[in-house]
């Protein structure tokens, strides 16, 4: 269950005698690792108690769409930006008539609409209305949106009858959870990762630095241990904890991480640059504290390595991906960078929103365009990046893997 530590697990009620068994999904999502809020429509709650879900889950339950104290009325869309996954348990055959039609009337059905992460369902009806044509019609077209649909199992049901319409066991759909961060698309591959900021030393307790937080890279670190990928991650001071999946390298300076990553990169599949580098260094950094004694003091800086083209000009460099934090001109700015630095790709946002962010949006930029990547949790967004970077290593056309952000 080591594919669900840390994930984010957004589990959506509807109102089925099934709903009973979603106290025990809650608490074996838990225990494999995920983080776990929930949503309840108004006929699951006839159910289960909102109570017993807060109780099992540690967090506060959602009911209403429009709710004033979540997020400044705006709850619907924290929540489809948080989520890793979407999982509907149970999934009644009125629920997924109404997603098959695209209606946001309620709280559930609005963030799956507004949600960049997949979405799961796990049916729950009787016999006669699973086997129904407009309820296979509609599974069918759900389907063939990428909406995974989980069972159901066959059985005795609630009402006496006996076949298939009964959902999936807690255990059974907690496996199914963890298949959505085990595809294992990265299998074999070897990634170097930098992280963070850099600090360049004015002298022994003063530095020059920015706000990265590194939360972006840890996310690509850690979702491509998941598929599978032999991660190294180099990183700047981060106060951020990795898997043990994962070789880190800590490093502080500039020329600290180009020897690092030098060191390192020789013989991986894909580098992806996304350490906020510092660009310029203090010419002498000063061996003892500098003194306050005069009203102005002068600092010559000089130019750090630019770590990204160097990789890019290796004889044999490997798939290189960069980052681009820009505050204007987004597209413009990062296309620029993109030809300058001779990258593979490269995936810009905006500077002012994503420092210290557990939430980013994106654009994911080509020599063959740019395109936008729905916003989303760092982790959702992380494994959408990683597959397009997968399916460049693969030769497929760009417009087929940005199919995944789902726009």
Known sequence: MLSLTNKQVLLGMTGGIAAYKCAELTRLLIRAGARVRVVMTRSACEFITPLTMQALSGNRVHRELLDVDAEAGMGHIELARWADLVLVAPATA????????????????????????????????NQMMWADPGTQDNLSVLSGRGIRILGPDSGEQACGDTGPGRMLEPGALVRACADFFAAGYLAGKALVITAGPTREALDPVRFLSNHSSGKMAYALAAEAAHAGARVTLVSGPVKLECS???????????????????????????????AAVADYRPENAAPVKLKKDAERMQVTLVRNPDIISEVAALPSPPLVVGFAAETENLVENAMAKLLKKKLDLLFANDATATFDSDTVSATAISNEGAQAIKPGSKTAVARIMLQLISNRLSNREPAESLSMARN
């Not at 946001?104 to 609409?113: G, S, V």
């Not at 880190?248 to 599949?269: F, P």
Request: proline share 5%; aromatic share 4%; no cysteine.
């Open 94 to 125: 009125d629920f997924l008539a109404r997603m098959r039609l695209g209606q946001a009337d309620d709280l559930l059905t609005t963030l799956i609409l507004a949600t960049p992460a997949p979405v799961a369902v796990a049916p729950a009806m």
């Open 244 to 274: 043990d999946l994962i070789e880190r390298i800590d490093v502080v300076s500039a020329e600290e991480m180009r020897a690092a990553v030098l060191a390192t990169v020789k013989g991986a599949d894909v580098f992806i640059g996304v």
